[in-house]
């Protein structure tokens, strides 16, 4: 049975073989381009490099950047056709075409960029944001900007940004009004929220997919963890009774040899091989109980220490060995370096449980240390807290060529804190392991108390994090609800807020509009006048004709939050020349 072994009925995820083509054996591999044009030689076939073109990202970008940029060069102009206008659209599609390349290129190191420039080309055609040129790039590269990055902040305050920037070219640009501004906020919510949502979205669904199948695999490797465990347990019952039978078996022989010895009929030669017998018997019951300590996992050597084996002795075999290691005791404040620490000092002696999981602890955090981190600096700290023992043991950080080794050669580690994990549970204590400053530190902390109860399993990292990561797709597919509901209410109560405050400014007192005169100078008339006219500075839809003759027509409100009826006034040649009421309520 291999480490790889399972016990009967355990399942186990297999992974079917891919079919590999044969070759014949006078074809040289693909890759092997020595030679020239060698006849017999094989060439890459045209279509699989096609093929493997066309799934790059290069080739991918070049799509994406030629689908955002038809659109920008081939539509006509703006929506809508009393839409506000910017930068002449001419020079705008010019620009489009490197400012779109530009996006595409850095939309995976740089999204946040990328999402702005669209934008940006938008709001120079017009305050209102919404052409037919850019919107398929906004939605597109906002959707990657919540695909390509975690930074929800910066893309709020990107959006927010495109929001405090049409309000100020809602005040400047002319024919720009607050309708436009809504206008923008409606697009960006539609245009660039709603997609970045939808892309954060699809990232988090990819990491709790990812988060799945790594706890599926370590599931996988904890089986075969149980497994060996398993097998080791067996070897410990099969040790037990090797050791109860065999050796009580031996000291039976051993005390038989002792009694014929000293039997008086025996002569002398024949007391001397019961002597001998005894000796025998004696040394085979030693030899059985080193045999038991052999009989361990496989790549564990067989033990050279002896059982009783102390921490002191311990760190002064690691100190011997050219470890930077150093031993501290919290007891009276004392201060033992591990050079200095002598076999002779007597600590207080702890629970044989205790004292056996905390040698276990330094021992496996050392040789951690040591393969790890060679040459770092190691501190063991021993502490005592009323009925509790805690050790520590940190190591530093490895020189930096020692660093850069271990990195080009990392391996998978093992199971020894699985182990170490477990043996301090069963003794009633917790196991923490954790990166520290560049370091490593374990920390165990065990009762004083005989006989203390077995602390509670630890939950397995992996379901803590596919939990995590269904927390964050839960919350992110909350924020694709509760974002553009909160934003749509808030645009609307910002809208009816507006329109409630032109609706005040736009009412005309009855006195002033009394006191006009017709053939009065339109200067004259519109200091007096509102700052606002009856729509918004624009004309009601239900607004009767001018009257003939007349060259412009301004209608006022008589009162707040209704055009029925609405002061009209006319101007001919920059004079008042009609005032009437008419009723311009749809």
């Given at each position: 049975?291999?480490?790889?072994?399972?016990?009967?009925?355990?399942?186990?995820?297999?992974?079917?073989?891919?079919?590999?083509p044969?070759?014949?054996?006078?074809?040289?591999?693909?890759?092997d381009?020595?030679g020239?044009?060698?006849?017999?030689r094989?060439r890459?076939?045209?279509?699989?490099?096609?093929?493997?073109?066309?799934r790059?990202?290069?080739?991918?970008?070049?799509?994406?950047?030629?689908v955002?940029?038809?659109?920008a060069?081939?539509?006509?102009g703006?929506?809508?056709?009393?839409?506000?206008a910017?930068?002449?659209?001419?020079?705008?599609?010019?620009a489009a075409?490197?400012?779109?390349?530009l996006a595409v290129?850095?939309?995976?190191?740089?999204?946040?960029l990328?999402?702005?420039?669209?934008?940006?080309?938008a709001?120079?055609?017009?305050?209102?944001?919404?052409?037919?040129?850019?919107?398929?790039?906004?939605v597109?590269?906002?959707?990657?900007?919540?695909?390509?990055?975690?930074?929800?902040?910066r893309?709020l305050?990107?959006?927010?940004?495109?929001a405090?920037?049409?309000?100020?070219?809602?005040?400047?640009?002319?024919?720009?009004?607050?309708?436009?501004?809504?206008?923008?906020?409606?697009?960006a919510?539609?245009?660039?929220v709603?997609?970045?949502?939808?892309?954060?979205?699809?990232?988090?669904h990819?990491?709790?997919?990812?988060?799945?199948?790594?706890?599926?695999?370590?599931?996988?490797?904890?089986?075969?963890l149980?497994?060996?465990?398993?097998?080791?347990?067996?070897?410990?019952?099969i040790?037990g009774?090797?050791?109860?039978?065999?050796?009580?078996?031996?000291?039976?022989?051993?005390v038989?040899?002792?009694?014929?010895?000293?039997?008086?009929?025996?002569?002398?030669?024949?007391r001397?091989?019961?002597?001998?017998?005894r000796e025998?018997?004696?040394?085979?019951?030693?030899?059985?109980?080193?045999?038991?300590?052999?009989?361990?996992?496989?790549?564990?050597?067989?033990?050279?220490?002896?059982?009783?084996?102390?921490?002191?002795?311990?760190?002064?075999?690691?100190?011997?060995?050219?470890?930077?290691?150093?031993?501290?005791?919290?007891?009276?404040?004392?201060?033992?370096?591990?050079?200095?620490?002598?076999?002779?000092?007597?600590?207080?002696?702890?629970?044989?449980?205790?004292?056996?999981?905390?040698?276990?602890?330094v021992?496996?955090?050392?040789?951690?240390?040591?393969?790890?981190?060679?040459?770092?600096?190691?501190?063991?700290?021993?502490?005592?807290?009323?009925?509790?023992a805690e050790?520590?043991?940190?190591?530093?950080?490895?020189?930096?060529?020692?660093?850069?080794a271990?990195?080009?050669?990392q391996?998978?580690?093992?199971?020894?804190?699985?182990?170490?994990?477990?043996?301090?549970?069963?003794?009633?204590?917790?196991?923490?392991?954790?990166?520290?400053?560049?370091?490593?530190a374990?920390?165990?902390?065990?009762?004083?108390?005989?006989?203390?109860?077995?602390?509670?399993?630890?939950?397995?990292?992996?379901?803590?994090?596919?939990?995590a990561?269904?927390?964050?797709?839960?919350?992110?597919?909350?924020?694709?609800?509760?974002?553009?509901?909160?934003?749509?209410?808030?645009?609307?109560?910002?809208?009816?807020?507006?329109?409630?405050?032109?609706?005040?400014r736009?009412?005309?007192?009855?006195g002033?509009?009394?006191?006009?005169?017709?053939g009065?100078?339109?200067?004259?008339?519109?200091?007096?006048?509102?700052?606002?006219?009856a729509?918004?500075?624009?004309?009601p839809?239900?607004?009767?004709?001018?009257p003939p003759?007349?060259?412009?027509?301004?209608?006022?409100?008589?009162?707040?939050?209704?055009?029925?009826?609405?002061?009209?006034?006319?101007f001919?040649?920059?004079?008042?020349?009609?005032?009437?009421?008419?009723?311009?309520?749809?």
């Amino acid at each position: 049975m291999t480490g790889t072994d399972r016990l009967p009925g355990t399942p186990r995820r297999t992974l079917p073989d891919r079919p590999r083509p044969s070759r014949p054996a006078s074809d040289p591999p693909d890759g092997d381009h020595r030679g020239g044009d060698r006849p017999g030689r094989r060439r890459p076939a045209p279509a699989a490099a096609l093929r493997r073109l066309l799934r790059s990202e290069r080739a991918a970008d070049l799509l994406l950047w030629l689908v955002l940029t038809l659109p920008a060069v081939s539509a006509g102009g703006l929506p809508g056709a009393e839409q506000a206008a910017g930068v002449d659209l001419r020079w705008i599609r010019i620009a489009a075409v490197p400012l779109l390349a530009l996006a595409v290129a850095v939309s995976r190191s740089r999204p946040l960029l990328a999402a702005a420039i669209p934008a940006g080309l938008a709001l120079a055609a017009t305050p209102e944001l919404f052409t037919n040129q850019f919107v398929l790039a906004q939605v597109a590269l906002s959707f990657l900007l919540g695909r390509r990055t975690d930074r929800p902040r910066r893309a709020l305050a990107l959006f927010c940004a495109i929001a405090a920037a049409g309000l100020v070219l809602a005040r400047t640009v002319p024919d720009a009004t607050f309708g436009g501004w809504a206008t923008l906020v409606l697009t960006a919510l539609f245009a660039m929220v709603l997609p970045w949502l939808l892309g954060r979205y699809a990232r988090q669904h990819a990491a709790l997919v990812s988060t799945g199948w790594e706890l599926a695999e370590r599931l996988e490797r904890e089986q075969e963890l149980t497994a060996d465990r398993t097998r080791l347990r067996e070897r410990s019952r099969i040790a037990g009774d090797m050791h109860d039978s065999l050796g009580h078996e031996l000291t039976l022989i051993a005390v038989r040899a002792a009694a014929l010895q000293v039997s008086p009929g025996l002569d002398e030669p024949a007391r001397k091989e019961a002597a001998e017998l005894r000796e025998a018997a004696a040394a085979a019951t030693e030899r059985l109980r080193e045999v038991i300590g052999v009989l361990r996992e496989d790549d564990e050597g067989a033990p050279v220490h002896p059982a009783d084996d102390r921490v002191e002795e311990l760190v002064k075999r690691a100190a011997a060995s050219g470890m930077e290691v150093e031993l501290v005791r919290d007891e009276g404040g004392d201060r033992t370096a591990a050079s200095d620490a002598s076999a002779d000092e007597a600590p207080t002696p702890l629970p044989p449980v205790a004292d056996r999981a905390i040698h276990r602890v330094v021992q496996e955090a050392l040789t951690n240390a040591a393969k790890h981190a060679p040459g770092a600096p190691v501190t063991v700290r021993l502490r005592r807290d009323g009925d509790h023992a805690e050790v520590t043991v940190v190591n530093g950080t490895p020189p930096p060529r020692t660093a850069k080794a271990l990195k080009a050669s990392q391996t998978p580690g093992g199971y020894g804190l699985v182990g170490l994990d477990e043996r301090v549970r069963l003794a009633g204590g917790t196991l923490h392991a954790q990166p520290v400053d560049g370091g490593f530190a374990v920390t165990a902390r065990l009762p004083l108390t005989p006989g203390a109860a077995p602390a509670p399993p630890r939950e397995y990292a992996a379901r803590r994090e596919l939990a995590a990561a269904r927390r964050r797709v839960r919350r992110g597919i909350l924020d694709a609800i509760w974002i553009p509901v909160v934003g749509t209410i808030v645009l609307g109560a910002l809208l009816f807020g507006v329109d409630l405050y032109t609706s005040y400014r736009a009412v005309l007192d009855a006195g002033t509009y009394d006191s006009l005169r017709i053939g009065q100078p339109r200067d004259a008339v519109e200091r007096r006048l509102p700052a606002y006219e009856a729509d918004v500075n624009t004309r009601p839809a239900a607004a009767p004709a001018d009257p003939p003759g007349t060259d412009d027509c301004v209608l006022y409100r008589t009162a707040p939050l209704t055009l029925d009826p609405s002061y009209r006034l006319c101007f001919t040649d920059g004079r008042l020349s009609h005032k009437d009421k008419v009723d311009a309520d749809p």
